[in-house]
């Protein structure tokens, strides 16, 4: 397969240059046999080996935070034929932005915690590569041409705006007294939905609802996914699981979105109440390899990842089940507008 890691390389080369730029400068200073007898630590940076499945691993890690607001004009990789997939790479964002600005021009910085970079091995050849943050938290933002990968979004809503978009036949009873619940019983009542990458209505290659984790157009509910409400009891959950989505609709709501609607998520954790984060995202990474490659989980040392060949982004669900992006029910029907992410009379990437 025709497949350079050179554009990676380049992320890699700006990647390394903000861990530089948020590097503290300090004076050295000579210190005396009783100040170094006081003092223990550990090197920032570390070099880690593993092998598994034939495979050997070489990871360079970055115990540190960086916090960082940076944009480009286009983020793509793994440009080049695939068939029966339309778009033209397996990543590509256009104005493609991590963090934001304030009208003041103060910074909303992206945190990183605990980056890393990591090389995969077969038979003496790189056969992938890949940039993971241990946790991760803030705005990403950009034009989604498409994406290839795991993209755990939640959405979240409250029954007042869920239920005037219900549209039931009227000879169906099921749905009306679902409709009622949801406006009535139920309007102030928070609902949930798990969505991912799927295939969208209409498209030549997949069927509307299926999963699509190569160069997926939308995001949305897979086929057979209910909705939920967290904070109710057994009876409503199962009153509410009864319907399930099934060809990008629920009860007359579409549920599958195009992703270049959404010009800014959230990553992490966020409460679209308060609009404040209130955790970070684990297990994020963006690699490339010319096989499909088992990289291992970062939340879980013992399960693997499998990263289909070409260029692969992982957004994955948190240990506790919550999702790497969280959208309101608003911003998942009529999308995300995009925040400012250029300082002062800047143009490039914005």
């Given amino acids: 397969m025709p497949l350079s890691?050179?554009?990676?390389?380049?992320?890699?080369?700006?990647?390394?240059?903000?861990?530089?730029?948020?590097?503290?400068?300090?004076?050295?200073?000579?210190?005396?046999?009783?100040?170094?007898?006081?003092?223990?630590?550990?090197?920032?940076?570390?070099?880690?080996?593993?092998?598994?499945?034939?495979?050997?691993?070489?990871?360079?890690?970055?115990?540190?935070?960086?916090?960082?607001?940076?944009?480009?004009?286009?983020?793509e990789l793994g440009n080049y034929g695939r068939t029966g997939e339309p778009a033209a790479a397996d990543l590509s964002i256009n104005n493609f932005a991590l963090g934001t600005v304030n009208a003041d021009d103060s910074i909303n910085p992206f945190l990183i915690k605990n980056p890393y970079l990591e090389l995969a091995y077969k038979d003496s050849k790189?056969?992938?590569?890949?940039?993971?943050?241990?946790?991760?938290?803030?705005?990403?933002?950009?034009?989604?041409?498409?994406?290839?990968?795991?993209?755990?979004?939640?959405?979240?809503?409250?029954?007042?705006?869920?239920?005037?978009?219900?549209?039931?036949?009227?000879?169906?009873?099921?749905?009306?007294?679902?409709?009622?619940l949801v406006t009535g019983a139920w309007s102030d009542t928070v609902f949930k939905a798990q969505a991912e990458l799927v295939c969208g209505p209409n498209m030549a290659n997949c069927n509307a609802g299926d999963p699509d984790p190569l160069r997926a157009l939308y995001a949305g509910l897979k086929d057979g996914t209910t909705l939920?409400?967290?904070?109710?009891?057994?009876?409503?959950?199962?009153?509410?699981?009864?319907?399930?989505?099934?060809n990008c609709d629920l009860l007359g709501v579409t549920t599958c979105f195009k992703l270049s609607d959404y010009k800014t998520l959230p990553v992490g954790t966020f409460d679209t109440n308060t609009n404040q984060f209130t955790d970070t995202a684990k297990g994020v990474f963006i690699?490339?390899?010319?096989?499909?490659?088992?990289?291992?989980?970062?939340?879980?040392?013992?399960?693997?990842?499998?990263?289909?060949?070409g260029a692969f982004m992982n957004m994955p669900r948190n240990a506790d089940g919550s999702g790497a992006v969280t959208l309101s029910f608003e911003q998942a029907l009529q999308g995300a507008v995009r925040q400012d992410t250029c300082l002062g009379s800047a143009t490039h990437g914005c």
Avoid at 42 to 69: C, H, P
Avoid at 133 to 145: R, T, V, W
Avoid at 228 to 246: E, Q, T, Y
Wanted: with cysteine.
């Fill in 5 to 75: 890691f050179r554009p990676l390389v380049c992320l890699v080369v700006l990647f390394a240059a903000s861990l530089l730029a948020a590097s503290a400068q300090a004076r050295l200073e000579a210190l005396d046999d009783q100040q170094l007898a006081d003092v223990t630590g550990q090197a920032f940076i570390n070099l880690t080996t593993d092998s598994a499945n034939g495979i050997n691993y070489s990871r360079i890690n970055f115990g540190m935070d960086v916090n960082t607001q940076l944009n480009i004009n286009k983020l």
């Fill in 126 to 180: 790189v056969v992938g590569v890949r940039i993971g943050f241990g946790e991760a938290q803030g705005f990403l933002s950009g034009d989604i041409n498409s994406f290839t990968g795991n993209l755990a979004i939640d959405i979240y809503g409250k029954g007042n705006y869920l239920g005037p978009k219900i549209s039931c036949e009227w000879y169906d009873v099921l749905c009306g007294t679902a409709k009622a």
């Fill in 228 to 246: 939920s409400m967290p904070d109710s009891g057994a009876v409503a959950n199962f009153l509410v699981g009864i319907f399930k989505s099934s």
């Fill in 287 to 309: 690699s490339m390899q010319t096989e499909n490659l088992n990289w291992r989980d970062p939340q879980n040392a013992s399960q693997f990842i499998t990263a289909l060949a």
